[in-house]
């Protein structure tokens, strides 16, 4: 396969990946066996993204991909998702910058961030004040 087209393909797994944060339908774009990097931990297994994409309590209504890169293995992307708290109605927007490696078709690694203290604001669920060390 030339170098475009598995590039090509990369940024279609991730994209499918994502998508699943909306329609809740997760693709088998995922590795059994996933090593998952990011807000101080490592841990690995599908289980991980399946619950981050079931969240009780939150429906993601909309998703921007703000920006996508392959480079060889690796998909490295920058997206906005528009949250709604079930309970309350309140809505806000989550950035997050992740990056993916892929074998044969399926996310085998991944690692990033997201605005985790920016969503519970948004949502009400912490105090909108400024923080105080």
Known sequence: MADGDERARN???????????????LAEVVDEDVAIYGSGTAVRGRRWPEAAVSSPGLTVLDQEV???????????????????????GATTVQSACKMYRLAGGRIVEFWGEQDTYGLLRGLGLVPDDPITF
Not at 66 to 88: G, M
């Open 11 to 25: 940024v279609e797994v991730v994209r499918r990946y994502l998508r699943t944060f909306v329609t809740k339908d």
């Open 66 to 88: 703000v920006e996508i890169f392959a480079a060889e293995d690796r998909v490295v992307v920058s997206i906005a998702q528009t949250y709604r708290r079930d309970a309350t």
